[in-house]
Every structure is written in structure tokens, then in C-alpha cells.
T-cell receptor, first 117, second 113 residues
Framework: GAVVSQHPSRVICKSGTSVKIECRSL??????MFWYRQFPKQSLMLMATSNEGSKATYEQGVEKDKFLINHASLTLSTLTVTSAHPEDSSFYIC?????????????FGEGSWLTVV | QKEVEQDPGPLSVPEGAIVSLNCTYS??????FMWYRQYSRKGPELLMY????GNKEDGRFTAQVDKSSKYISLFIRDSQPSDSATYLCAMSLSSSNTGKLIFGQGTTLQVKP
């Protein structure tokens, strides 16, 4: 079964509104979670690294005030897309790792499709 | 130049064929190399994970890493229609940063019955 759960799997929102996506680790405590964005027919692009109890680290070109990340507990990270615009429509995927671990223990969620109309 | 280059395909093969998927990369500091399979509108699923140069086999899948050439490959033997998906290579740096992955563009594979 899934060890990382994302919710919602699909969401449609109006332009200008905010939408929150949750990423939960189900079987382990995730000190670090990662948020990726994937446009159609393109690869996953890392947006930010979310660390429990501290501020997220954003990749170059990602607006931290637009994509708010909160990692308040060891099993939950949230991504809030604020003032969403149609160009924010994309597939958002999170991954989680129990800590300093090797690559075979990185778990991905099922992704969340965001459509901004 | 992208850090990781992968031919997007699409690649179409008949059932039973051997499939070869490849990625090249520019950052010699990458140490961990992974292959993920992604079905349409789903999250990626880890297929193979290798550390440093060499081969690794798991069932019908073989992963190769050639660090001197900065080149990695995934071979699928006896390909099945259920293997039709997008295959993404991914890489990361040291063990303390292994959750942060750099992905290739992904190769779309279609295995025809």
C-alpha cells in the first residue's frame, strides 16, 4: 500500500483563490519532504525542500510567497498555492524520506492535479 | 545545458523486445542513480536504484552506471504491454541529500502486443 498519501488527488479552483495540498507519510516519520511540479509531457522539477520545524528551502525561480510550504509535524507537509492563476495548473507531487537515507527509501505520493480556471 | 538529459521518445517496441533507455548527465558529483516508472497521471514508482558505477539486475530489469562517461542505462528484457509507461532517470548527490532528486525528462515507452 501507499506509504505517502497526497490529498486531494484532483482539485479545480478559480483564478485568484488559494488551494492547499497535503502530503502525509503513513508508515514513518519524515524529517524531510520534497515538493515537485510536473507539467504535461515534462519531467518532475523540484520546487522546494520541506524540513520539519523549519522554513522550507526553495529552488531558484520558485516564488516562496506564492507557494507556501508548512511542515508542522513529522508526518505532514502542506503546499498552499496562493492567488492561483491558470499557469499554475500542473501536477504537484511530494516525496518523503525518513532521514539521511539512501535513494531506495524515497517514497513518492500519487500526485495532485491542480486546474485553475 | 540541462543537468540530466534523456531522450523523450516516444519509443515503440513489439512485445518481447529488449528495451534500452538511457540518460546522460553533466554533474560528476552525482552518486546515486535511480530509475522510476510513471504511469499516466500517477506518482513515480521506483524501479531500480544504484550507487556508483556498475550493473544491477532485478528480474527483467538491469541498470547500468558508467560514471566515467556520465551515462546510465536501464534495460528491460522480454518487454510486456504492461511496461508501457514513462521511464524517468533520477540522480542525487551525497547520502545526506538523497531525497533531493534531479530528474531526466522521461522516455515514453509503448510495448505493442
Amino acid at each position: 500500500g501507499a506509504v505517502v498519501s497526497q490529498h486531494p488527488s484532483r482539485v479545480i479552483c478559480k483564478s485568484g483563490t488559494s488551494v492547499k495540498i497535503e502530503c502525509r507519510s503513513l508508515d514513518f516519520q519524515a524529517t524531510t519532504m520534497f515538493w515537485y511540479r510536473q507539467f504535461p509531457k515534462q519531467s518532475l522539477m523540484l520546487m522546494a525542500t520541506s524540513n520539519e520545524g523549519s522554513k522550507a528551502t526553495y529552488e531558484q525561480g520558485v516564488e516562496k510567497d506564492k507557494f507556501l510550504i508548512n511542515h508542522a509535524s513529522l508526518t505532514l507537509s502542506t503546499l498552499t498555492v496562493t492567488s492561483a492563476h491558470p499557469e499554475d495548473s500542473s501536477f504537484y507531487i511530494c516525496s518523503a524520506t525518513p532521514g539521511t537515507s539512501t535513494g531506495n527509501t524515497i517514497y513518492f505520493g500519487e500526485g495532485s492535479w491542480l486546474t485553475v480556471v | 545545458q540541462k543537468e540530466v538529459e534523456q531522450d523523450p521518445g516516444p519509443l515503440s517496441v513489439p512485445e518481447g523486445a529488449i528495451v534500452s533507455l538511457n540518460c546522460t548527465y553533466s554533474n560528476s558529483a552525482f552518486q546515486y542513480f535511480m530509475w522510476y516508472r510513471q504511469y499516466s497521471r500517477k506518482g513515480p514508482e521506483l524501479l531500480m536504484y544504484t550507487y556508483s558505477s556498475g550493473n544491477k539486475e532485478d528480474g527483467r530489469f538491469t541498470a547500468q552506471v558508467d560514471k566515467s562517461s556520465k551515462y546510465i542505462s536501464l534495460f528491460i528484457r522480454d518487454s510486456q504491454p504492461s511496461d508501457s509507461a514513462t521511464y524517468l532517470c533520477a540522480m542525487s548527490l551525497s547520502s545526506s541529500n538523497t531525497g533531493k532528486l534531479i530528474f531526466g525528462q522521461g522516455t515514453t515507452l509503448q510495448v505493442k502486443p
